[in-house]
């Protein structure tokens, strides 16, 4: 037996009715689940490794993701894989945010896909080497080491999970610092391109 359990809806501030046990426990799902199973969620990332810096990054990113679609991007997560390194090199991920009003930059060839695996096309631009205004770049996510200086392989990742959001027009951009610049990276970002009709911002 199910009974119903009254709550408020976080897109239009309405009652819905949601289902639960005759105990009244509800069944939950994450939302990133619901998302990729309608098909909202992209990657894409660079196709060639770059060079690390060894300061504070400013006005050139490693790669830039930009909101060029009416709906917003739920970012999930960003990633960079060492390709050549040194012996205990250590790297870790910068992100920046650009507000809504961006210019649009150059859409780049990246590898992209969609995460349900049926859908085709692609959403959003992805540029390599985009020359940015510094709105502040900040670490993010678990520094990453290598192990040794012939092997690829080191992965770092900045857990994000809907902690950045980009409007259309905002967009983000990633870098990477390590401690030389012989660390090269491929860089990338994994997002959700949700219809404003599912998740308003005030």
Known sequence: MQTKVRAMSVVDNDETDLKSTEGGVLHTTDQARIWTAKGYGWMAMATSAVASLIVRPTTTAIATLYNNTTKNFVLERAFAHNLVSIAD????????????????????????????????????????????????????????????????????????????????TAAISISVVAQTAVVTTCCGFHWFSVPTSEMKLS
């Not at 210019?103 to 020359?131: K, L, M, Q, S, W």
């Not at 678990?142 to 999970?161: C, F, M, Y």
């Open 89 to 168: 090199g250590q790297f870790g991920i910068w992100l920046c945010v650009h507000p809504v009003g961006m210019t649009a930059p150059t859409n780049d060839i990246t590898v992209r896909n969609n995460t349900r695996g049926d859908v085709a096309g692609t959403e959003g631009i992805f540029d390599n080497g985009a020359t940015v205004v510094d709105n502040g770049w900040f670490p993010w996510g678990e520094n990453s080491t290598s192990v040794t200086a012939t092997v690829p392989g080191s992965l770092a990742q900045a857990l994000i999970r809907g902690q950045i959001i980009l409007p259309p």
